[in-house]
């Protein structure tokens, strides 16, 4: 007998598993929603919600599901949810963040449109479009069963803005002060193109063209322009700020002035000196011909040596910028030293106590200067000819000869310093110092004071100035002053003053006191250059007495009895006060008392 067994099978059915690895596809207000499959799911469910509380779902029991007519400018959460079969409750999905597209505007107008084009998409990739002038068209091959996205476009001109020049070049012209050529490559939709610049303070149309490049005139030498442009058509205008900076070419040099350095066959040029200028390139060419003489310099001069004595010059400059030389700057001319004369010969005439002179004429010599100096020493009187001459001299001796040109420096030369004016002189008491001043002079480089004593001895003091100090002076002096100015080769007529020293110290002081006569008489050597002097008796308490003379003594009356007097003496003159070395004493009497008894004398107790 066998036993049965029988067994029951039974379906449990679990909560399903939460959606994963959601992803949205977005064309157009429609979601193409995907997530892979959930365990124990039989039916799918996606929602989303906008910020706006706008709902929209749909229903799948596969593994995606399209949300359409979402609303562009939205935002929706959107998420997926899971449903089993034997349970009635759902599992929900992580929401999804969706932002649809911006809305169009709307009512848009345009009087610029020539025509319009509707395009039409559908969210399985078909695409087909229309064209019209006016504002609808009609369209053919649609697919049935198909939502389509529409969207009409206007159609203006070909090109409604202007497109700024490339490859733009700037290409100043070396030739001339005011021209500039600026070209470029070829631009679409473009009508015209003007360049503007800053000039005077404003911004200013330099040019305006329909064409690849540009000539811009009347600009000014060496200035540096910012140039900007300007791109427009009948509609649009596009401009841009500094586009190029370009220099024009440099001005011609102004304020050019040469200087000759005579003896030296040498000479400066000299300029005004501008910011613009690289370089400057000085040239002279003499009058007669021959090879031009150069000099470059980054500065404001430029020296010519080794020029030829006898001729004219014409001296010229131009500047350097970018490889662009300005037009020449105004000519100066200048004539060089005379060449020195040559073949010099003399014939004594004799009979005349003359003698006759010539020599070969000198390239550049105006006048000649003839001098001549005898064996002994002694000179005769310059004498001036044209061209040769004859010498007249009264000694009967031989001479040495000199033919010497004028005018070193043609067409002028320097006249001697003038006789300085004006002087005055000061003596500085206690220091031994003197001074002398006077107005400055023309033609005067230095000048030479010259102070003579009375004994013969000198002080010499040489001065860029208007003055002169001598030290170590001696007292006592009057001085003789002689100043005489100076240039490089003359000096002037001498202009004389003097100057009075200081006195001396009076020196061999004594003091003595006539008892009977109560006089008190001080004594002393004379000074020199004292015009006065001063006695002075003074007490230990203060009590003084003065007596002035201008001899070498001086007496003092009605001294007081028993005191210590301090006895010195004073010099003066004009200029100073010197006193004596030191004091000299006197004791006066002790007792003094004066008796008138018929012819009694006073009497005087020391």
Not at 171 to 198: H, K, Q, R
């Amino acid at each position: 007998m066998c036993a049965r067994f029988s067994q029951t099978f039974c379906l449990i059915y679990i909560t399903p598993c939460v959606p994963t690895n959601v992803s949205i596809h977005y064309n157009l207000s429609t979601a193409r929603v995907m997530w892979n499959t959930a365990s124990g799911a039989a039916s799918y469910s996606v929602q989303a919600v906008s910020d706006r509380n706008l709902t929209v779902a749909c229903n799948t029991s596969n593994t995606h599901c399209s949300l359409t007519a979402l609303q562009c400018s939205h935002t929706y959460s959107i998420t997926v949810m899971t449903q089993s079969l034997a349970c009635n409750n759902t599992v929900s999905s992580a929401p999804y963040r969706l932002v649809t597209e911006p809305c169009p505007p709307t009512n848009v107008q345009s009087d610029l449109a020539l025509g319009y084009v509707a395009y039409f998409d559908n969210q399985n990739g078909h695409y087909t479009s229309c064209m019209s002038t006016n504002t609808s068209c009609v369209v053919s091959g649609l697919m049935c069963g198909t939502v389509y996205s529409v969207w009409v476009k206007a159609l203006g001109q070909q090109y409604n803005t202007p497109c700024l020049p490339r490859d733009m070049t700037v290409e100043v012209n070396c030739t001339s002060d005011n021209a500039v050529l600026v070209s470029w490559n070829g631009t679409y939709g473009t009508t015209n193109i003007s360049l503007m610049a800053v000039v005077g303070g404003s911004l200013q149309t330099l040019c305006t063209t329909q064409q690849e490049s540009c000539n811009m005139t009347s600009l000014s030498c060496g200035e540096t322009y910012s140039l900007s442009i300007n791109a427009s058509n009948d509609q649009c205008s596009l401009s841009t700020q500094t586009l190029s900076n370009f220099t024009t070419r440099p001005c011609p040099p102004q304020r050019v002035a040469v200087n000759l350095q005579c003896s030296s066959r040498t000479a400066v040029l000299s300029w005004e000196e501008r910011s613009n200028v690289e370089l400057y390139t000085a040239s002279a060419i003499k009058a007669s011909g021959g090879e031009e003489k150069t000099c470059d310099s980054v500065t404001s001069s430029c020296q010519f040596s080794g020029l030829d004595c006898g001729e004219m010059y014409n001296f010229t400059v131009t500047g350097h910028n970018r490889g662009c030389c300005s037009q020449p700057s105004s000519a100066v001319f200048i004539h060089t030293e005379p060449c020195p004369p040559t073949n010099v010969s003399a014939e004594v005439l004799c009979e005349s106590d003359e003698m006759k002179i010539s020599w070969q004429e000198a390239s550049g010599a105006e006048s000649f200067l003839v001098t001549g100096s005898m064996c002994n020493g002694i000179p005769s009187s310059p004498t001036f000819f044209k061209t040769g001459g004859t010498f007249s001299t009264s000694y009967a001796n031989y001479f040495n000869v000199y033919v010497l040109t004028v005018l070193f420096c043609f067409p002028f030369w320097d006249t001697a310093p003038c006789i300085p004016r004006g002087l005055a002189t000061d003596a500085e008491c206690g220091f031994d110092v003197g001074s002398v001043s006077w107005q400055p002079t023309d033609g005067a480089e230095t000048y030479i004071a010259v102070a003579t004593g009375l004994d013969g001895h000198t002080h010499r003091c040489i001065s860029n100035t208007a003055s002169c100090t001598w030290s170590d002076l001696h007292c006592g002096e009057e001085y003789s002053v002689v100043v005489r100015a100076k240039s490089n080769n003359c000096t002037s007529l001498p202009s004389n003053i003097s100057v009075q020293t200081w006195p001396c110290k009076p020196i061999g002081v004594s003091a003595s006191q006539d008892c009977l006569t109560s006089i008190a008489v001080v004594t002393w050597q004379p000074s020199n250059g004292s015009d006065v002097y001063t006695a002075t008796m003074q007490t230990d308490t203060g009590v003084s007495k003065m007596c002035m003379s201008d001899t070498n003594k001086c007496s003092f009356l009605d001294l007081m009895c028993g005191q210590n007097f301090s006895v010195s003496v004073t010099a003066s003159n004009q200029q100073c006060d010197v006193t004596s070395g030191p004091a000299t004493s006197l004791q006066s009497g002790e007792d003094c008392m004066a008796t008138r008894a018929g012819n009694a004398g006073f009497h005087c107790y020391i």
